[in-house]
């Protein structure tokens, strides 16, 4: 078949001779992740780029020819064939790992024998030699034009043989290309991945220069020089097989999804990503657009999360998406985000492309999920500006919002994210009721998970709620909260089990319930907000922020505690049987819970010693504050105790949390 026919040209090579084989660049794709190898911080991906340089020092110990086998390249041609040269490019789909470790290693060694030709007393002829093998390098392996050394001056993008991914990956690439170092570079997965290959070159000569001993001026310099050719000789000798993709219609998305077997997992975000820009048939106008839009909230994730954090929170965020955008949520997990938004957007005819408005509002979603995920982040005007425009009101509603969503944030449960973005992303009539349907949505979580109903089970109550509210919301003048619980009723006629749990539910349901084991998130949420409804503008929600459960009586039964809590118990109440039954009854249940910063250091003590100590006085909260100053609680701590402080917070659940 000939090269025309042929879908796919396959030939085995080596990385050097791939690198040089044609004039025409090679790019990695806007849609591939960065480069990882040198990733700072990360020794397993580090590992790989080591056992890259491990192969090739072994095969400097062999003069023979033999090489190893280093995997597949699997490229696309793009740009104007026929052309000068810099007017074509690779696209590289697979490889782009190892691509970049060898142009990093070329950078290297072209640097250490630039260093080596300025060895004091070396001899012209060998420092010529010298000279001479750096430049070939470079104009070789590095650039396209022989007379572009390092200078103060950034390399232009079209003079370089590879081009990294745009963003941090190229700007440290072409750094370093201009000779430039410093530790921002070094920061950078480029910048770290060049110092590996620097510190591991100066190992294997140092450790070649004491097996032969010291050695100096000329010996030594070409002694080393003769290692560095050694070196590239063994790079060199690096084989791969060749997969140049010439037929348009298998698609380069095609390829890359296909491929993802092997080498770096990549994660779902990876290939949407790719799926997203697809809809340009101009590979580079789609990188230009990519650019301008996608590239965009991907660096304001990064900003908000940081450079290690940023890329999970967007998988997370395509995860809770799909939730939200799929009635069957329990069909949606994170390993397979990918198929289940292919499926979603393209089904069966992957040969369709997302639309430029589909692209759009996912980024608008992006931005509403970002909102909830960190309710204090301020969102950069430049991020706002390319999202739709009805998401804008409701991003900068949840911005005035903050304070809520971190006090709700606080409950823990899987399923709020999805509803939330659901709600908050889908403004009724004049604006958005976001407080409202928080609010309810507060008080619904709370009665519900307090009255025993499960995670698990709280989709399905819910987001049929949450569905009919995105088709058909309430009238302007009927009230969401009450619009809402008419709902559940509609949705669920005849199953009670999934209603708005009342008055009785709460008290018959909590009283003996040990909701430390059903819900401590919940525990911990209901008397924060209690005491900050409380406190009113005198909540410090620094002061606070690291407070945790606390048993008042303690989970663990010391000879201490047996003899102040069980044996002067009876004449305040008639506990006869076994003590750790009794114990085991009461411990875990609401009013034997409060919120301390100083657990450790109470841990089994008793009651009055602890007030001694003024743990529970010396309290930011008022509840918890009021088991020192309220004389029914101050004096001794009991079952009966704990019953009466239980429906004491009852009570107060159920008007703050009607």
């Known amino acids: 078949m000939s090269r025309a026919e042929a879908p796919i040209i396959t030939k085995d090579t080596t990385l050097a001779k791939f690198l040089t084989s044609e004039r025409a660049q090679f790019r990695i794709p806007v849609y591939q992740r960065a480069y990882a190898w040198g990733r700072p911080g990360h020794p397993e991906s580090n590992k790989r780029l080591e056992g890259f340089l491990k192969a090739v020092e072994e095969l400097t110990e062999f003069d023979d020819g033999r090489g190893k086998f280093f995997g597949f390249i699997v490229s696309v041609p793009q740009g104007r064939f026929g052309h000068q040269a810099r007017d074509n490019f690779y696209y590289i789909i697979d490889g782009q790992q190892r691509l970049t470790s060898l142009s990093l290693a070329y950078l ?74 410093n530790d921002t570079i070094s920061a950078t997965s480029i910048g770290n991945g060049y110092n590996i290959i620097s510190e591991y070159i100066e190992k294997f000569v140092s450790s070649k220069i004491e097996d032969v001993g010291p050695a100096a001026g000329n010996a030594s310099a070409a002694f080393e020089h003769d290692l560095m050719v050694k070196f590239l000789g063994a790079l060199s000798r690096l084989h791969i097989a060749e997969l140049e993709v010439i037929d348009d219609r298998l698609g380069a998305h095609s390829i890359f999804e296909s491929i993802n077997f092997a080498g770096e997992k990549l994660k779902g975000f990876d290939l949407i990503r790719n799926l997203a820009i697809e809809y340009f048939s101009e590979p580079i106008r789609a990188e230009k657009v990519y650019l301008r839009t996608w590239k965009l909230m991907e660096d304001e994730y990064e900003k908000a999360y940081g450079s290690d954090g940023y890329e999970d929170k967007l998988q997370s965020f395509i995860y809770n998406y799909l939730r939200m955008l799929k009635a069957d949520a329990a069909n949606v997990s994170t390993s397979n985000v990918f198929e289940v938004f292919s499926e979603h957007y393209l089904g069966a005819d992957r040969s369709k492309r997302l639309t430029e408005k589909q692209v759009h509002e996912i980024i ?34 949840g911005g005035e919002m903050s304070e809520d969503l971190a006090d709700f944030k606080e409950l823990k449960i899987d399923v709020t994210m999805p509803l939330l973005m659901e709600v908050l992303g889908t403004p009724k009539g004049s604006g958005c009721p976001f407080k409202d349907v928080l609010t309810f949505s507060s008080n619904f979580f709370v009665r519900y998970l307090l009255s025993g109903g499960s995670t698990k089970s709280l989709w399905k109550s819910f987001a049929p709620v949450i569905s009919r509210y995105r088709k058909n919301g309430p009238k302007s003048n009927e009230p969401v909260g009450v619009w809402l619980r008419n709902n559940l009723v509609k949705v669920f006629r005849g199953r009670s089990e999934f209603l708005y749990p009342g008055d009785e539910a709460i008290k018959n349901n909590v009283k003996t319930a040990p909701v430390y084991v059903r819900c401590p998130n919940v525990v911990k949420y209901v008397l924060l907000k209690l005491d900050k409804i409380k406190q009113g503008r005198n909540f410090d929600a620094v002061a606070v922020r690291d407070y945790q459960i606390d048993h008042i009586m303690s989970q663990s039964i010391t000879d201490e505690l047996r003899t102040y809590q069980f044996c002067e118990f009876n004449e305040f109440y008639n506990c006869p049987g076994d003590m750790e039954s009794r114990h085991g009854e009461y411990v875990h249940r609401l009013g034997n819970l409060v919120l301390s910063q100083v657990n450790q250091e109470m841990s089994n003590l008793t009651f009055p010693k602890r007030n001694q100590e003024k743990f529970y006085e010396n309290s930011a909260l008022l509840y918890t504050r009021e088991l020192a100053l309220n004389h029914r609680y101050n004096t001794l701590w009991n079952f009966q105790a704990i019953e009466l402080r239980t429906d004491n917070l009852i009570q107060d659940i159920l008007v703050n949390f009607p």
Do not use: H, Q
């Open 108 to 181: 290297v060694i072209a640097t250490r024998l630039d260093f080596l030709a300025k060895t004091v007393g070396l001899g012209e002829d060998l420092k010529k030699i010298i000279t001479k093998e750096a430049r070939s390098i470079r104009s070789s392996f590095l650039f396209f034009d022989e007379e572009l050394e390092e200078n103060s001056e950034l390399v232009p993008e079209t003079a370089m043989r590879l081009r990294p991914k745009y963003g941090v990956d190229l700007t440290s690439y072409r750094e370093l290309l201009s000779g430039r170092r």
């Open 364 to 397: 608008g979603w992006s931005a509403i999920f970002l909102r909830l995920d960190s309710p204090g982040y301020a969102i950069r005007p430049e991020f706002l500006e390319i999202i739709p425009e009805e998401f804008k009101p409701c991003v900068r509603l």
